[in-house]
T-cell receptor, first 114, second 116 residues
Framework: QKEVEQDPGPLSVPEGAIVSLNCTYSNSAFQYFMWYRQYSRKGPELLMYTYSSGNKEDGRFTAQVDKSSKYISLFIRDSQPSDSATYLCAMSKSNSNSGYALNFGKGTSLLVTP | DADVTQTPRNRITKTGKRIMLECSQTKGHDRMYWYRQDPGLGLRLIYYSFDVKDINKGEISDGYSVSRQAQAKFSLSLESAIPNQTALYFC???????????????FGPGTRLTVL
């Protein structure tokens, strides 16, 4: 079993919808949680970062972490066609000796249709 | 200009050939990483480097080697390429002294490698 599980989709929604993207994980040592967005033929770009449990909001994006359930979410409000991309969750432990290695989910492909 | 650059962007080669992929960064970060991305498998770490004198194997280092020529340069070599090394390769950087300890990584645009 991979440490990080993410439904690959694809997920197709109409413009303006609220999108919910999720990851589950098995290692309780993960402390830092990130969401990356990857457009086709591009490198992943950091979208949201959260430490430990709680919520973080940035414009139309909200990241949630529930460490008790080992579950993280990314919500996109008022989704736009430009949000069409693959979204990757990533997480790391607080351990300097490991180089803070990131564990990635496989990514969820999102398509927002006009 | 891009902070993390990779060359070449695309490469087609034959089985048994030696290939080098190069990564340069202007972010001033100390840590650099090489990943490969395959459909259905996601991003997997090949090697990472804390600084010029430090090299560490990642999840899938077999068949690969790396060289950290300078703080800003990290190259990945395939000594004898094989078809199952066909993938999208990404270089990434992070900053030990960023203050969060979160290992936020910044990725290059990728190299699409095809081994025939």
């Amino acid at each position: 079993q991979k440490e990080v599980e993410q439904d690959p989709g694809p997920l197709s929604v109409p413009e303006g919808a609220i999108v919910s993207l999720n990851c589950t994980y098995s290692n309780s040592a993960f402390q830092y949680f990130m969401w990356y967005r990857q457009y086709s033929r591009k490198g992943p770009e950091l979208l949201m970062y959260t430490y430990s449990s709680g919520n973080k909001e940035d414009g139309r994006f909200t990241a949630q972490v529930d460490k008790s359930s080992k579950y993280i979410s990314l919500f996109i409000r008022d989704s736009q066609p430009s949000d069409s991309a693959t979204y990757l969750c990533a997480m790391s432990k607080s351990n300097s000796n490991s180089g803070y290695a990131l564990n990635f989910g496989k990514g969820t492909s999102l398509l927002v249709t006009p | 200009d891009a902070d993390v650059t990779q060359t070449p962007r695309n490469r087609i080669t034959k089985t048994g050939k030696r290939i080098m992929l190069e990564c340069s960064q202007t972010k001033g970060h100390d840590r650099m990483y090489w990943y490969r991305q395959d459909p259905g498998l996601g991003l997997r770490l090949i090697y990472y480097s804390f600084d010029v004198k430090d090299i560490n194997k990642g999840e899938i280092s077999d068949g690969y080697s790396v060289s950290r020529q300078a703080q800003a340069k990290f190259s990945l070599s395939l000594e004898s390429a094989i078809p199952n090394q066909t993938a999208l390769y990404f270089c990434a950087t992070s900053d030990l002294f960023r203050g969060r300890g979160s290992n936020e990584q910044f990725f290059g645009p990728g190299t699409r490698l095809t081994v025939l």
